[in-house]
């Protein structure tokens, strides 16, 4: 049952040791895609290339189904994960000003520290720029301190907005991806260059595709809102448990030691 | 896209996708929370500032959050997974022999303008990231497959403001 850390299977030092095992598969996947190169990160904006595109949301609908499918087979309590809050205005006004970011730049903020690492002055120079901009940000904080926190909706889910089920989203999630991933090759197939376009063979995708589908209904069939390990009571009593582990917890190194407090802004 | 004799062939993007979903999950199942690494460099930030003016750290009414814990501020998850993602984004890049001290840019612009549009575009991303509390893995990638709401608006943000000004840089890239 996960996860792992809220249940005190392993202390903060173990922790910071799995930060770097995560990192390292983070950054390598990062790196055989190719996003250490900023030429084949922005081609999605020129419409050649789309590895961005299909990177990021099928990493989100892995991931999405595995959560959900975890929750349901009883193997993680969402209790224990932490969900990131919504603050609607800042977020928009920050994806806007990121993209554009992006696209000046070449990089967002993780592929920058991949592109730095394979020898891109570019990269380097970008990863400096960020340090820079959180020090704007940092000093301007009581100019900005009442937007930072307009929109404030808590952790809220998209289940919660749109009033269906988890499972149903899932499938509207797969759904979308699958005729996105459509709609982009054929974009390709346009402005790209056949040369340097991933090949892939056609059963293959068909297939992926119909699998995708299929999870995501039997997602929508089962209903992982109305699970057990899933409702309302069942968060209340997985964060006892957790309070347990906590005080049972070795205090030696100071009362945060095992803990992790997430500030609000971390993104994760 | 990719110049021609340097390096192998980049892989497959569903299968880095597929890949790249797993590592999240895997960071959920043992953790609890997702990836990220905006915040690394708001803490080394801080952590300079600290260095140079301890008092005004804490004092300061942002920077002071990151010394909510009595540890040091780069003692921190995030802090060790993004050093964790420069050794893995090393090591891929060393076997696929595409190590290699260069300025990226399209063939119609001198390195010098694109260093100064990186510095630029650098700028803008890490004010953005803080403003929006996470960059495209802690707050899109970890949030949208959490279903969280502000996540996934966040990330059609990103493409929106993208897309919409591609126009104007398009001179550095093609």
Redesign the interface.
Known sequence: M?????LGWFDFGY????????????????????F?????L??I??L????VL???????????M??LY?SVLG??HMG?????????W??????????????????????????????????L??????????????EL??V??GF?RAGA?G???????LGIN?GM?ALLVAVMAVVI?WLVEKVEQHFG?PE?L?R?SRPIKRT?AAVLIALGLILAIINPDTQPGMTKASLSQFEKQEEEVQKAAPKEM?S?STT????????? | MQPKGLGQRYSNPYVIGVLLGLVLLFSFYTMGRGLGSSSTFARITAAGVELMAPDHVQQHPYLSKYLQTERPILMEWLVFLTLGAGLGGLFSAFIANRIQGEVTRGPHIAPYPRLWLALGGGILSGFAARLARGCTSGQALTGASELAVGSWVFMFSIFAGAYLTAYFFRKEWS
Request: with cysteine; net charge neutral; aromatic share 14%.
């Open positions: 996960g996860p792992l850390y809220k922790s910071l040791q799995m930060a770097l095992l995560i990192g390292f598969l983070f950054g390598f996947v990062l790196e055989r895609a190719g250490g190169n900023a030429r084949k922005v081609a904006f020129y050649r290339d789309f590895a299909k990177v990021m949301f099928t990493a989100i609908v892995v991931c999405m595995g959560l975890f193997w993680i224990g994960v932490y969900i990131l809050p919504t603050y609607i800042p977020q928009i006004v920050g994806g806007l000003i990121l993209g554009v970011g992006f696209v000046m730049g070449g990089y967002c903020p993780t592929t920058s520290v991949v592109a730095t690492v394979s020898g891109k002055l570019d990269g120079i970008f990863l400096i720029g960020m340090m820079l901009g959180s020090f704007i940000f940092a904080f009581p900005l301190e930072y909706m952790p809220v889910r998209l289940q919660d907005v988890s989203i991933y260059d340097t991933p892939g992926a100071g945060e992790f407090r997430i500030v609000e802004d971390e993104g994760c």
